[in-house]
Each structure stands twice: as structure tokens, then as C-alpha cells.
């Protein structure tokens, strides 16, 4: 059975590189701009409106995971030959604070990983991949805590029997690399909320 992804794999050929369906997002509220925030608007307007709006509500927590459904009239269909919408996960993994020397603090792996499960149920739920950026080695400097998230990708693909695509080149938008566990299927649940916007 092949899995499908709810959102296009490869966006080169539109936005001229790859788009992840997973993006890692703090608790400012503010949606920003360039690189992964202009790629995103570019997709869907409502995925930075969605963001907002949770900050607005209170409901911009670490390891939450926000669920956005893009009702753009582009749905695609999954392996049963249901209607399967495109959408778009941000995990919450970053916190702010405009008083700190440095108002971004660095990604938190404990709540990347709750984010990582309720992403991966969903996949799974969904029969479908997951696609997101090389997180934590960006310039090569901290291969420690790649090999850490690696480790875990590996971890929730395993036990959802799922697939899951990292970009390992931001400038090459066909450098994917895939984390894929075939396995039988196991129970999972999940630790916290996971909220969905249409």
C-alpha cells in the first residue's frame, strides 16, 4: 500500500524549492516574513492567519501542534479514494520573549517530539507522509542535536509506519532524504491537544 502525502511533495516547480508540511513555529504570535513564513503564504494565506489567530485565543503553547486544512479546492485523494485535503502542521517548539538578549530561545526536543507523535498519528490516520526541513543543523554546527532528532523521526516513523521526508539542502529543491520504517502498525496516542483550523 502506498502512502499518499496531503501535501505536494516537491513545490519546485512552483515556488522554485521544496515545502515542508511540517514547520517548526514559537509562541510570539507574530507570523514573519522570507524564507520558510513567505513560502508558506504563498501556499495559503490562512496558514499565518490560523497562527495568528491561536495566538489570539490564548492557544500558542509549546508542543501543541496546529493543524491547518487548506480548503483551497486542490484536494487530492488517499489510498482509499477519499477526498483527502492538503494540510499543513505547525508545531509549536520555540518560545519568545521580547525581554531576553535573544527573544527566540532554540528548538525544545521534548516538545518537538510531543509534536513529532501527533504528527506522525495523524499521518498515519490520514495514510499519509510527513515532509519538513533538516531541523537543528542548519550550518553544520551541532550534529549532535540532528543525530538527537534523527533518532526520533526514525522512532515515530517506526511505530506509525510512516514515511518521512527531510530536505537536506535548502538551496537544492531535490535533496530529500527519507526516513521510512516498515513495520506493522502499532496503537499510538496522543499526549496533548492537537488543534485543527479549516
Partial sequence: MTRRSLLVPDLSSIFGFALPSLACVDTSGHWGRGGMFDALSKLSMSIGDAYERASEHGDLHLGDLHLIRLD?????HNVNGNAASKMVALAVVQSYNPRRKIPRSGISLLHLES??????FSAAQNFASIHMPRIGYQDGSDRSEWYTIERLLKKYASIYNINIYVKNDQHNSKQWATITQNCQNHEGHLDGPVAEHH
Fill in 72 to 76: 483551497d479546492g486542490c484536494d487530492e
Fill in 115 to 120: 509534536c513529532l507523535s501527533k504528527a506522525s
